[in-house]
């Protein structure tokens, strides 16, 4: 699982934070829905705005935090990450406990998205 947190709020008037994460399969996906859905009300009682569909992205509205789950090729299609490159990224603890290998595809990532900073930047003032 690939999983980045984005502080989107200088970009973007709609949500302040947005969660992007990976997941191997239609089945994991609709577990992880599950599994924050129930987090979300139970920990902090928030509620989420939409349903999930059938598709192999999935989005989650809390209003002030938008969770995406794709499948791996879903999310290197649509390409969030770069879109969205110049958004601060929020420093998760856990992460340094993946595998090296994760670690490895996500510098690889991040440096794509520094890449596109600009253009995402300037796309998103228009």
Request: aromatic share 10%.
């Amino acid at each position: 699982t690939d999983l980045s947190v984005l502080h989107v709020a200088p970009l973007v008037s709609w949500t302040s934070y947005m969660v992007i994460c990976t997941v191997m399969s239609r089945p994991q996906l609709l577990a992880v829905l599950a599994r924050m859905e129930d987090a979300a009300r139970d920990d902090w009682d928030r509620v989420k705005q939409n349903s999930a569909g059938s598709s192999q992205w999935e989005v989650m509205d809390f209003g002030d935090v938008v969770v995406h789950v794709f499948t791996a090729e879903q999310r290197e299609h649509y390409d969030l990450d770069g879109f969205y490159a110049a958004a601060e990224e929020v420093p998760l603890p856990f992460v340094e406990d993946w595998d090296s290998t994760s670690n490895v595809e996500q510098s690889s990532r991040q440096r794509s998205a520094v890449a596109n900073a600009v253009w995402s930047k300037n796309l998103l003032s228009i």
